[in-house]
């Protein structure tokens, strides 16, 4: 019972340390774990980027705030852990959010040539990318989302720290998340 | 009922397990053939076809300590008839052809079908090679390309991981004119006017990884 109740509860809160879209005192957090390669994951991205802004329209720009950790599933996906340190290179350039929307656009093309290639559209440092990328560096980051998320498959949306169990149907996922506010 | 002589058998060579039981799977179920071993990396598949002989072995090209190509170099140095497929993620040109040359008598991207997959095993275990279309037209396109040099690889693996020309000559123990000139040779045989470029090309093509 405890471990059901402990996975249905996000462990680690958000913070300034996470990639965000808005602010943390925002009435809606919403942490989203996905998977660059994953569809679902592309798609449940897509929905939420909908519903932000259909909700940020209604109630003003710090109703919502949108966090992304990582959660590449390589055992299915060979490409997921490369393209989240491609968007990981890219953060520490200030372009995490750019990078993160092309990889979902294009996430039948995640391999390193298209990954250099997508840096590159973007006007990032190169030479950076490319030391950041063959270096590794950003691979503890990675791990530690995906070591203390408490999940087992993205993609995973926590609002406000409690686990979204619904389906990924825009309808329902609004109505959970104004049900949440108010 | 087919015997247990006249079954094909297949060692995996692949270093996710997902990957090797998703296989087993699929080949086990064909009334022909038979998953007799699995191997993780390199070396495995190396050590598990000399104990088992295999009549078809489907290798993995990037896998830990002794890579895909490195195995099947060394395996068909030491069985002349190892009939093996790469199957694996990659569709650049450079790796189809690396594949090839080390001994493969078929290519197959993990995105293949069930059927083509077991059509593919088929073939090579009659002693044919298995080519679909799209491999042997990158194939051709290589060979077309223009070969670099070892020196100019080495060079361009460096650009790969970002280094500049004064660090490439400093790691190279070379003059930083001399990397200059690889690296214009480099941008014309690869047939592109910057770095950037070159290691787009590079890497797309599997002549270096990053």
Partial sequence: MNQDRDRSLLSIPASTQDHMQGVLNADVVLVVYGDYQCSVSADVYKMIKAIKREL??????????????????????????????????????????????????????????????????????????????????????????????????????????????????????????????? | MTSQSTMIRVLIADDHSIV??????????????????????GQQAIDCFREHQPDVTLMDLRMPQVSGVEAISAICAEFKPARIIVLTTYDGDEDIYRG????????????????????????????????????????????????????????LGLMARGMSNSDIATALSISENTVKTHVNRILSKLGVSDRTQAVIVAVKRGIVSL
């Fill in chain 1, 56 to 182: 940020s329209a209604a109630f003003g720009e710090d109703y919502l705030c949108l966090i992304f950790r990582h959660f590449p599933q390589t055992q299915i996906h060979p490409h997921a852990q490369r393209a989240a340190q491609a968007a990981e290179a890219a953060a520490v350039q200030g372009q995490f959010w750019l990078m993160h929307d092309t990889l979902f656009a294009h996430q039948q093309k995640l391999e390193n040539g298209y990954l250099v290639e997508y840096a590159n559209n973007l006007g990032l440092d190169i030479p950076q990318f490319l030391k950041e990328l063959s270096k590794q560096v950003h691979i503890d980051r990675i791990n530690e989302d995906i070591e203390n998320g408490g999940i087992t498959t993205a993609p995973a949306l926590f609002i406000n720290n409690i686990r979204y169990t619904g389906r990924w149907r825009i309808t329902e996922l609004m109505a959970a998340i104004v049900a949440t506010s108010h």
């Fill in chain 2, 20 to 41: 090797r039981q998703g296989l087993t799977t699929i080949i086990n179920r064909d009334p022909e053939m038979t998953v007799i071993a699995q191997a993780e990396d």
């Fill in chain 2, 100 to 155: 090839l040359r080390a001994g493969a008598q078929g290519y197959l991207l993990k995105d293949t079908k069930s059927n083509e997959l077991l059509n593919a095993i088929r073939t090579v275990a009659c002693g044919q090679q298995y080519i679909p279309p799209d491999v042997g037209a990158k194939l051709v396109q290589r060979l077309n390309n223009p070969e670099l040099r070892e020196r100019e690889l080495e060079v």
